[in-house]
């Protein structure tokens, strides 16, 4: 336990030279309204999120995820930027920060003002055609969707991370889908289901971004799967140090030089008030450092 001050000294000192590449998870997001999937937000999912082979091979299931995503992604379209993400912005466009690699399909970090951000996973607010390619605006889709389902009285109660909620069966059997307005083909939204493999091309950018920083960040993910982990790892190869901020442990602390765990919405915005110089730094009382070389 220790003032803010002292569980961020650590992690200052190896931020203080720039050329950061931060990997951001959905513990980032939760204090947005938006709950991850393992930490204790997660713990109220009751349904398996859906995986790409149930989404293409199954109408029934295409049918209940479109009716529950159609509730649901206004909420997270509707979610704010909080401290934490205000604070990578900050960092970032001190020149701190090189470059945002995030699990999240929230478009939070954008919202905050980032800017070199890659979304690993995509956007919730957008929508691609699985048989011409063609990208979309997931809110021209949201006006289809009220156009043909006028009477549509499902009402969202528990939010998942990748933006669909928990509806009734009865709710969902007279949902009507959409298909593509160019060749009629089945649309998705343009994320990486689970099962689905996130583009190569995508990834080559994240890993030429961590083998040119100088420190990896990771804030807010378990690091539960490959597709995250992947960095630490590479980051661990090329003898790059790396810092995890997280509430509850991780499956990179063995390769973490420093590992903090407290809540991010006050931890970062102290970090960035210490590197940039700004205002004084209250205490926290529920975080933990932990220093491998100390």
Not at 30 to 35: H, L, R, W
């Amino acid at each position: 336990m220790g003032r803010v001050q002292d569980v961020i000294e650590p992690v200052a000192r190896l931020m203080a030279g720039g050329d950061v590449v931060v990997l951001s998870g959905a513990g980032l997001s939760t204090e947005s309204g938006i709950p991850d999937y393992r930490g204790s937000t997660g713990a109220a999912r009751r349904h398996s999120p859906m995986t790409y082979q149930m989404f293409v091979g199954d109408a029934q299931a295409r049918r209940r995820y479109w009716a529950r995503s159609h509730l649901g992604w206004r909420l997270i379209a509707g979610a704010a930027p909080n401290a934490g993400h205000r604070a990578v912005a900050r960092l970032e466009h001190a020149g701190l920060v090189s470059a945002i690699i995030t699990q999240n399909v929230d478009g939070l970090h954008t919202a905050a003002g980032s800017r070199d951000v890659v979304e690993l996973h995509g956007r919730l607010d957008q929508v691609v055609c699985l048989g011409c390619g063609q990208r979309t605006s997931r809110l021209d889709l949201d006006g289809r969707l009220r156009a043909v389902n006028p009477g549509f009285a499902g009402r969202a109660a528990a939010i998942n991370p990748d933006g669909d909620v928990e509806l009734g069966a009865a709710e969902v059997a007279g949902f009507r889908t959409v298909d593509c307005l160019a060749c009629g083909g089945l649309l998705k939204p343009d994320v990486v289901f689970f099962g689905e493999t996130v583009p190569a091309q995508r990834v080559r950018r994240c890993f030429a971004m961590v083998e040119r920083a100088r420190l990896l960040l990771v804030l807010g993910s378990s690091l539960t799967v490959l597709s995250g982990r992947r960095f630490v790892l590479r980051a661990a190869q090329q003898g790059l140090p790396v810092v995890i901020v997280n509430q509850g442990p991780t499956r990179g602390d063995g390769y973490a030089g420093v590992r903090v765990d407290a809540p991010l919405g006050r931890v970062l915005p102290a970090l960035a008030d210490r590197l940039l110089g700004v205002g004084s730094r209250p205490t926290v009382s529920d975080a933990v450092v932990h220093a491998a070389d100390s």
